[in-house]
């Protein structure tokens, strides 16, 4: 972890000034003038569970009574549509043309989640200029009077576009799995937070997780490294299984929650969105059976 984390302790400073610093961070506004929650899952690096999580949740959250509306922020490498088996007919990017307000791309998603679409094309991510990404942060702007709750589904990085996303959010979910590396980019996020936020609303998620104390493992291993370079400490929000369900739910584009709504991982997004809907401590999951399967035969 030690030595993932000083190889990027520093990735702040390397970025450009034109990428980060510089040109007015943050100014995106969602019009939260009715109270909306805004919520930005986010990761230090791409293929954590990021958006299966934000998915799930945004599910769930809506069962819950919340009107949710989930925004794919991801302009490159966008798969919320993909998730939800759905084929969408217009992305973020159409924001782009005069003609087209943000209703237009509203999309309506499994279980009444209304969801906006990223964009799966990494020749359209490099054409997005920034008078392009003010475009799209206009007409978002509205996007407060839609919901009750907003999720935000960003880029994996620390590009000045998903810190946009990330500092208009009121609390910020960072995603990691045990892995080093995912934990090194973990820090570079919080690091890019503490930078650039005034607010400390990020909170840990950590996934893929075989059991409850290697999720406390890896919020020590973290918080050992915020509390050293940047004297902050990160709460853990929870945890979400290792679960054979979670991939047989991403072949058949059917969430899983909605799937197999009693596997290990679901149980566990029903209790994340219940501790941000109540604001108590997310209770223990117990994987019962399957923890001694997952231990005599290593799934």
């Not at 924001?95 to 990223?118: A, F, H, P, T």
């Not at 907003?150 to 810190?163: E, F, K, M, P």
């Not at 005034?198 to 409850?212: A, C, F, G, S, T």
Request: charged residues 25%.
């Amino acid at each position: 972890m030690a030595d993932q984390a000083s190889r990027l302790r520093n990735l702040l400073e390397e970025l450009s000034e034109a990428e980060v610093g510089s040109k007015q961070i943050g100014e995106l506004d969602l019009n939260l003038e009715n109270d909306t929650r805004v919520i930005a899952i986010t990761s230090g690096k791409g293929g954590v569970g990021k958006t299966n999580l934000a998915v799930n949740l945004a599910l769930e959250m809506q069962k819950s009574g919340k009107k949710v509306l989930l925004i794919d922020a991801d302009i490159g490498m966008a798969n919320v549509n993909v998730l939800m088996g759905r084929v969408t007919n217009r992305s973020l990017v159409d924001l782009l043309d005069d003609e087209v307000e943000l209703e237009d791309v509203v999309e309506e998603g499994l279980s009444g989640v209304k969801y906006i679409s990223g964009v799966a094309a990494i020749e359209t991510a490099l054409n997005v200029n920034r008078s392009a990404q003010r475009m799209i942060h206009r007409k978002l702007s509205n996007a407060g009077k839609l919901a009750d709750v907003i999720i935000i589904d960003t880029g994996a990085g620390l590009s000045r576009y998903v810190i946009e996303f990330i500092l208009v959010a009121n609390e910020v979910l960072l995603v990691t799995t045990p892995e080093p590396t995912a934990l090194a980019d973990a820090y570079a996020v919080v690091k890019a937070y503490s930078k650039y936020s005034k607010k400390r609303e990020i909170k840990l998620v950590v996934n893929r997780i075989r059991d409850e104390e290697e999720c406390l493992e890896v919020t020590d291993r973290l918080n050992q490294t915020t509390q050293k370079f940047l004297n902050i400490s990160v709460e853990c929000l929870g945890y979400v299984y290792e679960d054979r369900a979670v991939r047989a739910a991403v072949k058949n584009q059917a969430p899983f929650i909605l799937s197999k709504p009693n596997s290990p991982a679901s149980k566990c997004v029903k209790e994340l969105a219940k501790s941000l809907l109540t604001g108590k401590d997310m209770e223990s999951v117990s994987k019962g059976w399957r923890a001694m399967l997952d231990k005599l035969f290593d799934f």
